[in-house]
């Protein structure tokens, strides 16, 4: 399923004026597609990704989901959207300390309304299908960075989503952590068929993006089909 921004504007009340963070953007990512969206703080990147998630509405321009026009939908069905259909990586992992990796998953299928004992299986199969087969059971203490950002990952994916935005993943992460994670999130839009936008201050790894955007002051334009 694809996602669709067309003429997106988006301003903030600034004082006695207004900042425009998104100026006319417009963006389409395809099923398969992973689209790096790059520029410098506060080019719009941020305010590229709330308004993707639906976590912000814009002032004018459509965000679309496959074929569903958002610009109609009230808050709850904007939440079931989200739930059902749209899968967000942040930047931090922010995992909770007591439980264990596969819990970290089930507490998110919990909140969908599905009963952990239930999903536990597929919880596990899918922290195996990031690269943490063995590891289900730690504990987010007792994981490294890259451990627990690949939990973040899966955790998004929980909800078998068809569109998946990433929020810097490799910030914290070391040069040879940062490129796995790269590599998995590009190994998962290709296997999963996902429409993925990864925003990002690292240009190290874009070789693996099907497509880059650069952002500035709220503009976005083509800089490039990675090779």
Avoid: C
């Amino acid at each position: 399923m694809s996602m669709t921004l067309s003429d997106v504007t988006l301003t903030y009340p600034d004082g006695d004026s207004t900042v425009t963070a998104l100026d006319r953007v417009s963006l389409a990512v395809g099923p398969g597609e992973l689209h790096a969206v790059v520029g410098p703080s506060g080019s719009g990147k941020s305010s590229l990704l709330a308004v993707a998630a639906t976590l912000i509405r814009p002032d004018a321009g459509t965000v679309r989901i496959g074929d569903t026009d958002t610009r109609g939908l009230s808050r709850a069905e904007l939440a079931r959207l989200r739930r059902d259909r749209i899968g967000i990586v942040f930047q931090q992992p922010n995992l909770i300390g007591s439980l264990t990796a596969v819990e970290q998953l089930l507490v998110t299928d919990h909140m969908r309304g599905r009963r952990p004992r239930a999903h536990r299986p597929a919880a596990a199969d899918l922290l195996a299908t990031v690269g943490l087969d063995g590891r289900q059971h730690r504990r987010a203490a007792h994981l490294s960075g890259g451990e627990r950002q690949r939990v973040n990952i899966a955790r998004a994916l929980t909800g078998a989503p068809e569109v998946l935005l990433v929020d810097e993943p490799t910030a914290a992460l070391d040069h040879e952590r940062g490129r796995a994670i790269v590599d998995l999130i590009a190994e998962l839009t290709a296997r999963f068929g996902l429409a993925t936008v990864l925003v990002t201050h690292d240009t190290e790894f874009l070789d693996r993006a099907d497509a880059i955007w650069e952002m500035r002051d709220g503009r976005s334009a083509p800089a490039g089909v990675a090779a």
